[in-house]
């Protein structure tokens, strides 16, 4: 744990002297939940942190504290233009916390009507594309993936399969063209990791869906583009690309982090295994486990105090930042005393947020999961972990805790 040698916020209690903690770099990569933990025992459910820069902010460590940030938007909001540090004039604007935190013309960083009524264009199409033979193009996809490796006899299912598999499904429920799938992938990677280039991959990203914006007004098709364009909500062109950068970036990181983790639940419990094989367990029911234990989205960004409140014993001022802890809230004692016991047929995970900012892409991401595990195990059925399941890795980002690698063998 990397501490600097400032003292906490006078409405934190905590030992007079203690550090703050900087939730990235090197030191922070390896063991994020040892991080919560620690600041946990030191603070309890609200922790003074620093992010990307010697940025100040709050990250919330407790469930309850967690839903009601969550719930209660006029407390605290998602608008960042009363982020206090960034009206003083404290943030770049090459930051790469802008490009997670920054304003910008879509629902996420609005509240109240603002936000319902470009929620609803995203929400309304999301469901009209996955309803359009969505698992159909999961099939295709995840099948052109396997061919790529099934005479090898052997691949990583991170780096040949979990990692772009859901990006190239969203080229085709967008309107993109195929061959933009790798590339968007990476960008969409590197953004969330942050860091110099974060700036760069994503004004790749905004171009690639600016270009697609212009050709569907003219070229109209039954894909989610088109659907945002045509929608009586009336998103303006700023409205329109970054809703089209919203959906795409959260969509694909969520759901390949996602996927691999689901493949490594399967794949290190003999158990589990043969429950889906044999129809005894459902995919869901591993996705919920994994959502609950290994979320997608570790923290997420972030909400800022629309006024001087208490939360979790800290005195939080107008226009702080607070980062929630999904990844710590769902594995607060306070409420799940013991990560043993099954949580089967509990959806109250905070894995993909609560309150009036739910991730609306929930269907989707599962989709491509339980059908994009199902090709797999039907084409390699004799699939196994080519390493030690203690051999595998993970690193963290201030953001995300993503599985390295996941080597398998298989019969050829």
Known sequence: MNDQSVE??????????????????????TDPHG?????????????????????????VLGYREVRRVLDN?????????IWRDWTDGRIEETSPLVQMLGWRPDCVSQDGEPHRRLRTAVTDNLHAVTGRGIRRHITHFANKQIDAFADAGRADLVTDFAEYLPMLVLTRVFGLAESEGRSLAESSNLLMKGGADALAHNERIMRTLGELAERKRTEPGSDFASGLIDHHAGLD????????????????????????RALQSILTDPARRSGLVSGQLNMSTVVEEVMWNTPPLAVLPGRFATSDLELGGCAIKEGDLLVLGLAAGNTDPQIRPDTDVSVAGNQSHLAFSAGPHECPGQNLGQAIIETAVDVLLHRLPDLRLAVPAEELTSTATTWEFRLDSLPVEFAV
């Open 237 to 260: 062109e700023d409205e329109l690309v970054n809703h089209l950068r919203l959906v795409l970036i959260t969509a694909h990181s969520m759901t390949s982090n996602l996927l691999a």
């Open 8 to 29: 906490a916020p006078s409405g934190c209690p905590v030992a007079h002297g203690a550090g703050i903690t900087r939730l990235y770099g090197p030191e922070s990569e």
């Open 35 to 59: 991080i919560y933990e620690r600041l946990r025992k030191r603070y309890g459910t609200v922790a003074p942190i620093l992010l990307e820069g010697d940025v100040p902010a709050w990250l």
């Open 73 to 81: 938007p006029l407390q605290f909001s998602r608008d960042s233009r």
